[in-house]
Antibody, heavy 124, light 111 residues
Framework: QVQLVQSGAEVRKPGASVKVSCKAS????????MHWVRQAPGQGLEWMGI????????SYAQKFQGRVTMTRDRSTSTVYMELSSLKSEDTAVYYC?????????????????WGRGTLVTVSS | QSVLTQPPSVSGAPGQRVTISCTGS?????????VHWYQQLPGTAPKVLMY???NRPSGVPDRFSGSRSGTSASLAISGLRAEDEAEYYC???????????FGGGTKLTFL
C-alpha cells in the first residue's frame, strides 16, 4: 500500500534551517507530484509548494519563495523540504502528501495520502 | 486570513444534515478550479473526503456530498454520526497566487 514515512521531530533556533524528509513506497515514485503542507498548532492547513519527483521541477507558494527548497532523490524515493531563516511562527507540523492525479500537476489537484507529519519547533 | 472562507464551526444533532460552505473569488473557485474537501480527526493527518467538487474516493460513505457554484462550494453531510465530529477543510487553486490554497477550516461538533 502507498506509504509516506516522514523524518522525526526537530528543534531549531531562530535563524537556523531545517530539512524534513519524506520517503515514499508502494507506488511509482516518479509518477505523482508531491506537495508540502504545514499546520501551525491549533491552526489550519497552509500549502507550501509542490515538486515533480521525476524531473525535479518545483513550484512554491509566494509566501515561502526564497526560504523553501524542495528536492528529491529518485534512488531512495525520498523528497525533502528545507526551510531556512526560521522564525517562531514556523513552528508547525509539516506534511508531505501525494498529488491525486497521475502525471502532470498544475498544483490544484487533491492530495492523498498524507504522511504522518513532522513537528518542527523553533525556539530560542 | 484565508483566501477561501469557511465558517469556523457548524453543529448538528446525530442523524441531522449539515452543510459547510467554502467561499472564494474570481481567481480561484470562480475561475472554474476544482474544489476538494478534507477531514481531519484530532491528532491525525487530513484525508481526502471529496475531490473534483463532487467525487467521493472509495470508502467515503454517500452521506457526504459536494457541490460548486459560482465562487462558492459546499460540503453536505447527512445522517450525522459521532465519527463525523472533526475539522473539515476545502482546497482549490488560486491563479493570482499561482498555487493551491486551503480554507481556514470548519469544526463540526454535535449539539
Amino acid at each position: 500500500q502507498v506509504q509516506l514515512v516522514q523524518s522525526g521531530a526537530e528543534v531549531r533556533k531562530p535563524g537556523a534551517s531545517v530539512k524534513v524528509s519524506c520517503k515514499a513506497s508502494g507506488y511509482s515514485f516518479t509518477s505523482y507530484y508531491m506537495h508540502w503542507v504545514r499546520q501551525a498548532p491549533g491552526q489550519g492547513l497552509e500549502w507550501m509548494g509542490i515538486i515533480n519527483p521525476s524531473g525535479g521541477s518545483t513550484s512554491y507558494a509566494q509566501k515561502f519563495q526564497g526560504r523553501v527548497t524542495m528536492t528529491r532523490d529518485r534512488s531512495t524515493s525520498t523528497v525533502y523540504m528545507e526551510l531556512s531563516s526560521l522564525k517562531s511562527e514556523d513552528t508547525a507540523v509539516y506534511y508531505c502528501a501525494t498529488d491525486g492525479a497521475l502525471g502532470y500537476s498544475y498544483g490544484g489537484n487533491w492530495v492523498d495520502p498524507w504522511g504522518r507529519g513532522t513537528l518542527v519547533t523553533v525556539s530560542s | 486570513q484565508s483566501v477561501l472562507t469557511q465558517p469556523p464551526s457548524v453543529s448538528g444533532a446525530p442523524g441531522q444534515r449539515v452543510t459547510i460552505s467554502c467561499t472564494g473569488s474570481s481567481s480561484n473557485i470562480g475561475a472554474g478550479y476544482d474544489v476538494h474537501w478534507y477531514q481531519q480527526l484530532p491528532g491525525t493527518a487530513p484525508k481526502v473526503l471529496m475531490y473534483g467538487n463532487s467525487n467521493r474516493p472509495s470508502g467515503v460513505p454517500d452521506r457526504f456530498s459536494g457541490s460548486r457554484s459560482g465562487t462558492s462550494a459546499s460540503l453536505a453531510i447527512s445522517g450525522l454520526r459521532a465519527e463525523d465530529e472533526a475539522e473539515y477543510y476545502c482546497q482549490s487553486y488560486d491563479s493570482s497566487l499561482s498555487g493551491s490554497v486551503f480554507g481556514g477550516g470548519t469544526k463540526l461538533t454535535f449539539l
